[in-house]
């Protein structure tokens, strides 16, 4: 699975947007990008993910470089309950492969929501 | 509302106990998973499984053995417990991607586990 890089911490005023970016300049084509958060306590939840068109739902959405090796998670207006470790996972989706989903989990970046 | 549960949400056990932690997802999902959370690590992959009775180690395996008998059950048991097994331990459950579905991964609370 490609290695993501994110930065360990970033700031964000509530109410703003807050983008967070991630590099994965080794993604593979059959790899998706997947987000997660982990708020305090609490086991990760799952966010949004993509292959290389930007997505959207309720919670976020994710933009993806044309060349895919980078890519941003933004969340539109952030409230103080978005305060949470941020995890940027490249995933094979292929149906034959032996990944079975195993999501491999780096550092992740903190994000700090400020009033 | 689909759901991930832990047994415990907190557990203290003696060195040397045999130490038992119960997972039960209501997805139908094929996939589970036990992950290990410590300060300045992450979260680790101890043993993962496909579907029943199949397991496969994850990246740290050792003290650990697992058991999946139902397909919403997954238990990971530690044989003889020891003081570095104090930890956050966490399961998960995901669909596989031959079934159409998302297969984004759901995760219990946690159990916090003390050895002491």
């Known amino acids: 699975d490609a290695k993501t890089t994110q930065p360990p911490s970033m700031d964000c005023a509530e109410g703003r947007a807050a983008n967070l970016p991630c590099n994965h300049s080794?993604?593979?084509?059959?790899?998706?990008v997947y987000w997660y958060r982990q708020i305090h306590s609490q086991g990760p939840q799952y966010i949004i993910h993509?292959?290389?068109n930007n997505e959207t739902n309720e919670m976020a959405s994710l933009i993806i470089t044309e060349d895919r090796k980078s890519s941003t998670l933004i969340l539109p207006h952030a409230t103080l309950r978005d305060t949470a470790v941020y995890y940027c996972i490249a995933l094979p989706k292929n149906a034959g492969g032996t990944s079975y989903g195993k999501l491999t989990f780096g550092q992740g970046t903190i994000l700090t929501v400020h009033p | 509302d689909v759901k991930v549960t832990q047994s415990s949400r907190y557990l203290v056990k003696r060195t040397g106990e045999k130490v038992f932690l119960e997972c039960v997802q209501d997805?139908?999902?094929?996939?589970m998973f036990w992950y290990r959370q410590d300060p300045g690590l992450g979260l680790r992959l101890i043993y993962f499984s496909y579907d029943v009775k199949m397991k496969e180690k994850g990246d740290i395996p050792e003290g650990y053995s697992v058991s999946r008998e139902k397909k919403e059950r997954f238990s990971l048991i530690l044989e003889s417990a020891s003081t570095n097994q104090t930890s956050m331990y966490l399961c998960?459950?995901?669909?596989?991607?031959?079934?159409?579905?998302?297969?984004?991964?759901?995760f219990g609370q946690g159990t916090r586990l003390t050895v002491v």
């Open positions: 997805m139908d999902h094929e996939n």
């Open positions: 998960a459950s995901s669909a596989p991607p031959y079934r159409g579905e998302n297969t984004e991964a759901f």
């Open positions: 993509g292959l290389k």
């Open positions: 080794t993604i593979s084509g059959n790899e998706y």
